[in-house]
Each structure stands twice: as structure tokens, then as C-alpha cells.
């Protein structure tokens, strides 16, 4: 790479004189980095460098307030990293590590801040994309709200070591053994992974299920009786020391992407340690909360329960935790609440005299509840779906269900759980039926979408099981992907749907409040936010034919899929964390006055740091639903 004609071609530096460029490229350090190498850390002391690389690809990375080295940005072939010192005075505000062998210019800080004299745009430029604005911000505003939460908790699950929590003994093979003979240990066991160990008793490699299922059994004409453990076994696995606390090993874990993680003490594997074990500990209030609904044997404990939830909220959110993760426990302890809620009518339904017919049923529940992003105050959207059976029934199945789906919905609306708006709940009739019900169903709002039909399928669309028998969501979600495929034009008009929703954001990024009404002079965090990410979202992965189940998931599904890269996927998951942690914050402190949470807020009381993020937020989120309009939208209508 030629340095001084990549400068003449490269913002801010087009417009310096002939003798400047000339200087850079005398002085300028030429240097090469092995792949998967820290150039520098985040809040390293400055090297006195803006890097600009030739050759190769470097990641950014962040560190989550809970210590998780996260991935927020990446540098190609003619970018620049490193500016943060330069150009602010300040320590790296995040780190650069080399994704695979990578060649730099090296640009010495004195030269850039004479040519900076020259150009001032130099300085403007750097200062506004030191880092991408949505993960530094956020991790500035989670930080801050950890350090006060954390401040009202009690640490003991912090201060755990690796020895309090470990299974022990390891479960161990031998490298010759083979793995039909391990996959029965494993079985045996009820264990996740196994040791494959030397000689002298250290971990040579590990086998996990996802081994077993990656390298035996999706490979065709696999002999499971010769092939040996040291044959699928990932060798040199992670390991940590006995004494190591447990956040340390939360942190290298969801850092490695990894979800199980052999214990040493003096080189020998004493213990394991799995990601479920340590989320179990971080997670000690929502777990407790969890036991009790189980227990329930009345409506009014689960109504104590459901209250609770918000403690449960507020512990997860000083915990530093991930608050996609947040919302899946706030989720998890949501389903648990209805889950026992169906149980126990189904019970007092028999206990007088009514059984349920014999038939296969199942109790779905959609919208945010079916992705698993669920908050604090989530209105009821559930449906039932029964096996096919002959018209000459329905009267006797509905005899059953058309009582029970009325005790079950006005139980959850005592429960703590709103009646939905638009009377999307199972004591609707249009909200139950077999599966060739739901069939002509969906061929009606799919082949004559009206709006009304449009709005009902955006809600339908996130359906996942709750209670009865799952599978047959299996099939009903066969029978809409079908639907779909034959008819595309559908995508056109769930577009038209979402683009009636614009953002708030106007001229030089001002907000655009609502100016009457109940919520005059303020904005919605999920109408104008959040919802364009999920509706994107799952437009592109509907058009994909594949499932996944929280926007998260889908958003990663999409980067394997080459529909997105992994860039824009991360700035998207940023732009909804900020959305999740803004609303549920927000949620909480409405709670705690004694009002009833909404997603409606204020964003002029926001600090200034929070409106940045905001109005990041927002632009990733509205550049999405650009991009689906580009996408999905050819042809029209002007």
C-alpha cells in the first residue's frame, strides 16, 4: 500500500499539503502483528500512534462492565485505530486485537497534531469516531448503573472461587477409548463433557456433545466402535485455576464462547465448571423465585410471585450481566408464572367433573412473550392450537376449552398479566382451533392481507409453545414458512405495516415527542425503536424459511445466512440493548413509585450521555428499516 497516495484518497487527510504527506511516509514505523494479538488493551497508557492498516483485518474491543471483552467494532485494509489519545488525551477507550496477520503504518502523534494545525477537520473527524458511539456509550451508562446497584446488593455470589462451585471428580477418558463407549459415560453420567487425560493426569483435550454431534454424528458411515476420543476430542482446552472467582470464569466463558471449562490445581484437571452452573449462582434471586412458582398450589401465590418480579429485575440489572440475558430470566420466570397458572385450572377444571377431551393441544404464547423478550409489564397474547379431529367434535372439545380459556385468561389478568387491546388471547374463538383452522387462518391474512389481518400475523408471527404438546407448533410453524414461501408478496405488506411507524429523531437530531395526549412530550422506546429492530429482523429471516427465537439469535442466524455481516449485526444488538436497558430501567423506577410501567419515556430527562445513546439507537434502528424498505419494498407503490 502506497502511504502517502491511501492519505491523498482518505478522509480527513485529502487536503494537507505535499510536504506534510511527505513527512508521514519518512517517518512513518511500517509494522506486522501475528494473528489474534492485542496491538493494545482497552485503558492501556497511549503508544503514540494513529495505526492505519495495510494488510489484514483488527478487531475492536470493549469490555462489559461485568469484564467480558466484547467485540464492538472491526478496522480493514486502509482504516484507521488508535486515535483515542491522540486526539482527547484520554487512555484507550477500547482495545485492538489482529483477527489474522496484520501489517501497519504507524503515524507518529506529533505529526498528526501539526497537521492537524493545518486542517482542523483532522481533529473533528477523529474525535467524532474515536469508537462506535452506540457500545461506548452504553458500556459508560451500564457502568454507571452497575456501580449504584451493586452498592444495594450483596456480593457473596461474586466472591465465590472455581473450588465452592466445580463438579468433582472430573469425569475422565483415555485417548484410545472409543466414543461409542464415551457417549455411554457421558449418558451414564448425565454430563455435558468429558476429559480426555495424558499420562500425567492434565487435560490432553474435551469432548462435549457438540463434539459428538459435529464430528460423529453428522458424518455419514461413522464407526462409533474405532473411532477414538483422541480423534473428535478438542485438544489443549481452556482451563483456570482452582482458587479463580467465579466472575473471573464468567467472564473468560462467555468471552471464549465457550460452556464448559476444566478446573486445574498444579496441572492436574480437578473439577469442571459449566456455563449453567455459573449463571445458576449469578442468578440466586430469579432461581428462588422460580421454586416458589413450581410450588404454587393457588392462584394467589403466583399473584405474590408475579409482584416479585421487579426485585428479580432489578438484582439481574446490577449483576453487569448481558440484559439480552436479563430479559430471557425475566422471560424464563414469566412463562414459569403462566406455565403453573395453566396447571392449576386444568386441575380445578377437573376437580369439578370436567376433563379435558383426549386430544393433543397445546397453549401458545406470541409477541414478546414467544421471542422471549419479555419486560415488566407484558399484556397476555396466547392462543390454544389442537390436533386435527372431525367437525362432528369440535362442539364436545369446545365444550371443554371455551370455559377453561376464559378461567385461564381472566386468572393471568389477576395474576398480574394486562388483557391484550386487540383481544389477542385464547377466550377469543378466532384465537383457537385445530390445525387446519389456523391453516385457513393464515392463507386468509397472508392472500388478502388487510390491515387488520396485517397487525394480527405481526403479533402471530413470534408463536412458540407454552404448555400441552409442543410439536404441534412444530407443525403449524411448517404450515406458515409453506404459506410464505408461496406467497412472498406478504413481506410487502408487513412492511407497509411497519413503515407507518417513523422515527422520532428530526432535524440536527432533535427528539420528536408526541405533542398531544396521554403521552405528550414523550417518546415510545418500543413503537419508536425497538419494534423496527424486531419487525426487520424477523422479515429477513422469515424470508429465509428459518426459526430462531429471540431477536438476538435471529440477528446471528442472519450473519451465518451472509444476509447481514457481522458489523451491522453487532451495531443492531447495541442499538436493542440500549433500547432493553433504557425501557426496563425505566419500568423499574415507574414500579417503584407506585405506577404502572410503560415504554413511554421522557428523553429530555435522560442525561446527556443517555440522549447520545438514544439517538445512536435510534439511527441504527431507522437505517434498519431503510434498508428492509430497499430490500422488500421493490415495486412499491408510489
Not at 133 to 156: C, G, I, N, P, W
Request: aromatic content about 8%; overall charge neutral.
Amino acid at each position: 500500500m502506497d502511504l502517502i497516495r491511501t492519505l491523498q484518497d482518505t478522509e480527513p487527510f485529502s487536503q494537507l499539503p505535499a510536504e506534510i504527506l511527505a513527512d508521514f511516509e519518512e517517518h512513518a514505523v511500517v509494522q506486522k502483528f501475528p494473528p489474534h494479538t492485542h496491538i493494545f488493551h482497552q485503558h492501556d497508557p497511549p503508544t503514540g500512534y494513529l495505526y492505519l492498516i495495510s494488510k489484514g483485518l483488527v478487531e475492536i474491543v470493549a469490555l462489559t462492565p461485568g469484564g467480558v471483552e466484547m467485540v464492538v467494532d472491526y478496522r480493514k485494509e486502509g482504516q484507521f485505530f488508535g486515535a483515542t489519545p491522540i486526539f482527547t488525551g484520554e487512555r484507550y477507550t477500547a482495545g485492538a486485537r489482529t483477527v489474522k496477520a496484520t501489517e501497519c503504518y504507524l503515524l507518529p502523534q506529533e505529526l498528526l497534531t501539526r497537521a492537524a494545525k493545518h486542517c482542523p477537520q483532522i481533529t473533528e473527524h477523529f474525535t467524532r469516531t474515536i469508537l462506535s458511539r452506540v457500545r461506548s456509550l452504553y458500556s459508560d451508562m451500564v457502568e454507571d448503573h452497575t456501580q449504584k446497584a451493586l452498592t444495594q446488593m450483596e456480593a457473596y455470589p461474586f466472591k465465590k472461587r472455581l473450588s465452592e462451585i466445580m463438579s468433582s471428580p472430573v469425569e475422565t477418558c483415555e485417548p484410545t477409548t472409543s466414543v461409542r463407549e464415551v457417549a455411554r459415560l457421558m449418558i451414564e453420567r448425565g454430563i455435558g463433557s468429558l476429559i480426555v487425560r495424558d499420562d500425567q493426569k492434565a487435560a490432553a483435550g474435551i469432548i462435549t456433545e457438540h463434539d459428538l454431534v459435529r464430528k460423529v454424528m453428522a458424518r455419514e458411515g461413522t464407526d462409533c466402535d474405532t473411532l477414538t476420543a483422541a480423534e473428535v476430542m478438542t485438544p489443549n482446552p481452556h482451563t483456570m485455576p482452582v482458587n479463580a472467582y467465579m466472575y473471573e470464569a464468567t467472564s473468560f466463558l462467555m468471552g471464549h464462547r465457550i460452556k464448559h471449562l476444566p478446573v486445574i490445581d498444579r496441572g492436574e484437571v480437578v473439577g469442571m465448571v459449566t456455563l449453567r452452573d455459573l449463571m445458576k449462582y449469578r442468578s440466586q434471586k430469579s432461581m428462588i423465585l422460580v421454586g416458589s412458582v413450581k410450588e404454587a398450589r393457588s392462584i394467589d401465590e403466583l399473584v405474590t410471585a408475579r409482584a416479585s418480579v421487579v426485585k428479580v429485575a432489578k438484582a439481574l440489572m446490577g449483576e453487569a450481566r448481558s440484559h439480552f440475558e436479563t430479559m430471557e430470566i425475566l422471560s424464563y420466570i414469566h412463562h414459569c408464572i403462566m406455565r403453573r397458572c395453566f396447571d392449576l385450572i386444568i386441575e380445578e377444571m377437573k376437580q369439578e367433573g370436567m376433563k379435558p377431551p383426549n386430544i393433543r393441544f397445546c397453549l401458545i404464547i406470541m409477541g414478546s412473550g414467544g421471542r422471549k423478550e419479555m419486560l415488566l409489564n407484558p399484556d397476555q397474547d396466547n392462543g390454544l392450537l389442537y390436533e386435527d379431529f372431525p367437525d362432528s367434535e369440535l362442539e364436545r372439545v369446545e365444550a371443554f376449552f371455551q370455559p377453561f380459556s376464559e378461567r385461564l385468561v381472566q386468572a393471568f389478568e389477576r395474576i398480574g398479566y394486562p388483557l391484550c387491546n386487540g383481544k389477542v388471547m385464547a377466550n377469543n374463538p378466532y384465537w383457537r382451533g385445530r390445525l387446519k383452522d389456523w391453516q385457513e387462518r393464515i392463507n386468509r391474512w397472508i392472500t388478502v392481507p388487510e390491515p387488520k389481518r396485517v397487525m394480527y400475523s405481526t403479533i402471530f408471527l413470534d408463536f412458540m409453545p407454552l404448555a400441552g404438546d409442543a410439536t404441534l407448533c412444530r407443525d403449524l410453524r411448517s404450515i406458515l414458512h409453506d404459506a410464505l414461501r408461496r406467497h412472498p408478496i406478504f413481506f410487502f405488506y408487513l412492511l407497509e405495516n411497519d413503515l407507518n411507524l417513523k422515527s422520532p429523531l428530526g432535524m440536527l437530531g432533535r427528539f420528536v415527542v408526541e405533542k398531544s395526549g396521554e403521552h405528550k412530550g414523550l417518546i415510545s422506546l418500543k413503537q419508536a425503536g425497538s419494534v423496527f429492530i424486531v419487525d426487520c429482523v424477523r422479515m429477513f429471516l422469515l424470508e429465509k424459511g428459518v426459526d430462531a427465537t429471540t431477536t438476538v439469535e435471529r440477528l446471528d442466524e442472519l450473519v451465518r445466512l451472509g444476509v447481514f455481516n457481522h458489523e451491522t449485526a453487532e451495531h443492531l444488538k447495541a442499538a436493542f440493548e440500549a433500547f432493553t436497558f433504557l425501557r426496563l430501567r425505566h419500568e423499574i423506577a415507574l414500579i417503584e413509585q407506585g405506577k404502572t410501567p410503560s415504554h413511554y419515556i421522557d428523553p429530555y430527562a435522560l442525561s446527556k450521555n443517555e440522549q447520545d445513546i438514544l439517538r445512536e439507537a435510534l439511527r441504527a434502528a431507522a437505517k434498519l428499516q431503510d434498508s428492509t424498505k430497499r430490500h422488500f419494498g421493490r415495486g412499491m407503490r408510489s
